[in-house]
């Protein structure tokens, strides 16, 4: 949350204060063991569910909080500040859920809605392949109408929550020769049969939030749990991931203020040749890099999830939109990662052994430069809103 005058409202003001006291209280004791057991803290979900923290950006009239995106983001930040994978609860969760929010009729947001806001339904999103992962047109996944269902059969990786989410938005094939306009979104219930995880990966970082590799064989999806139209589902996954990557953004900013907290608290502790090692300008001069980082990484975080709401609102462009939401996912993950790496560094040794939190930190910002389209990839969508 910004310390300074950001123009935020009251009531996203006393939403950031409420996701810091449970960040602190709630999850801070947690972290170190959440990491150390790399197990899905289902208690912090269900924490995060009864907080209402879950739907925020879900419009009341389905059961949500209506807070809109900056408010998601404040509280994905406040809970990275503490921990990446409690934070990924609720980033993911609104992943899953937006192709909903941004694709679904108006009796299926009525459906399906009020038990996700509610947190009840946890939710993931599918669109990565073995062979789609930055070319996530090339689909291999393939859905087939018979009847009054969809059969889907393929296969899609690194899907976070995959094997804890009680339902999924994948994205599927139902017309292969059309390639992107050929993709089909649809919402599908981990239990159905022929679903499969077929691996968890070991991972560098992110530990607790387990990433899944999910089968599906002759795996059969009602027609009324298609979202959208036959077609749509590229441009469904898109619009999703314009508004999520605020979020991975706020996720990053959370990280890297993190660890700029530490830092400062070690540096004005830790004495070498007799003094705090916080006198010395070498450490000084990191200190403040690293705060106008994170600094400029919140002011472009913010300003991507107000141009996003603007947009939704049909206040602002939507080219606009996606290329904030672009910029400050790249921007926040450079900084966090840079950040990190520093905190690391001004605690010497100590920050290369797991007692203190920074090298987790590290870890655990390498991921936002990767998921959610990487920098590469943000770059030239960043470079093309501009060149066309
Ligand atoms: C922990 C984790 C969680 C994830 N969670 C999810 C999830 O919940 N749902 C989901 O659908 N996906 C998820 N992903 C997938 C993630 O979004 C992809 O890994 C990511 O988009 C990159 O795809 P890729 O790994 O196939 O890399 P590739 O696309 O193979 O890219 C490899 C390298 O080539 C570069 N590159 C590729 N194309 C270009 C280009 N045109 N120009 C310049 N450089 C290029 C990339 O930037 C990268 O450096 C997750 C991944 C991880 C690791």
Redesign the pocket.
């Known amino acids: 949350m910004a310390d300074g005058p950001f123009d935020l409202t009251a009531e996203q003001r006393a939403l950031a204060e409420l996701a810091r006291q449970v960040a602190e209280e709630r999850v801070a004791p947690r972290a170190a063991a959440i990491e150390e057991e790399d197990r899905f803290p289902e208690d912090l979900r269900r924490l995060f569910g009864e907080l209402e923290l879950m739907g925020l950006g879900i419009p009341e009239t389905y059961g949500g909080g209506g807070a809109g995106l900056l408010a998601v983001c404040l509280v994905i930040e406040e809970l990275a500040r503490v921990s990446a994978a409690a934070s990924l609860i609720v980033a993911?969760h609104e992943?899953?859920l937006l192709p909903v929010l941004l694709g679904a009729s108006e009796e299926q947001k009525r459906a399906w809605l009020p038990e996700i806001a509610s947190g009840r339904r946890l939710m993931?999103?599918?669109?990565?392949e073995p062979e789609?992962?930055?070319?996530?047109a090339h689909l291999a996944m393939r859905a087939e109408r018979r009847g009054d269902r969809y059969v889907l059969n393929g296969t899609?990786?690194?899907?976070?929550?995959?094997n804890v989410a009680d339902s999924l938005t994948v994205?599927a094939s139902t017309d292969p020769e059309k390639g992107s306009k050929g993709i089909t979104c649809f919402l599908v219930d981990r239990e159905t049969p022929g679903l499969k995880v077929t691996k968890l990966?070991r991972?560098m970082g992110?530990h607790g939030?387990p990433?899944a590799e999910l089968s599906f064989q002759e795996v059969e999806v009602p027609v009324e749990n298609r979202i959208g139209e036959e077609g749509q589902g590229f441009r469904i996954a898109m619009a999703t991931l314009d508004h999520s990557r605020p979020g991975i953004a706020a996720q990053a900013l959370g990280i890297a203020q993190g660890a700029l907290d530490q830092a400062v608290a070690y540096a004005r502790q830790r004495r070498q040749f007799g003094r705090p090692i916080g006198d010395f300008q070498a450490i000084q001069f990191m200190i403040a890099d690293m705060a106008i980082g994170v600094e400029s990484a919140r002011y472009l975080t913010y300003k991507a999830a107000t141009v996003v709401e603007e947009a939704d609102a049909g206040r602002a462009d939507w080219q606009l939109a996606n290329r904030f939401s672009s910029m400050a996912k790249t921007y926040a993950s450079d900084v966090a990662m840079r950040v990190t790496t520093d905190a690391v560094q001004i605690f010497g040794g100590y920050g290369y052994v797991a007692d203190y939190p920074v090298e987790r930190m590290m870890r655990d910002a390498k991921?936002t430069q990767?998921?959610?389209?990487?920098?590469?990839?943000q770059?030239?969508v960043i470079a093309r809103s501009y060149l066309g």
């Open positions: 993911d992943l899953g993931a999103f599918a669109l990565t789609a992962g930055s070319d996530a899609k990786r690194f899907i976070t929550h995959g994205f990966e991972k992110l939030s990433t991921i990767i998921y959610e389209g990487t920098n590469q990839i770059r030239l």
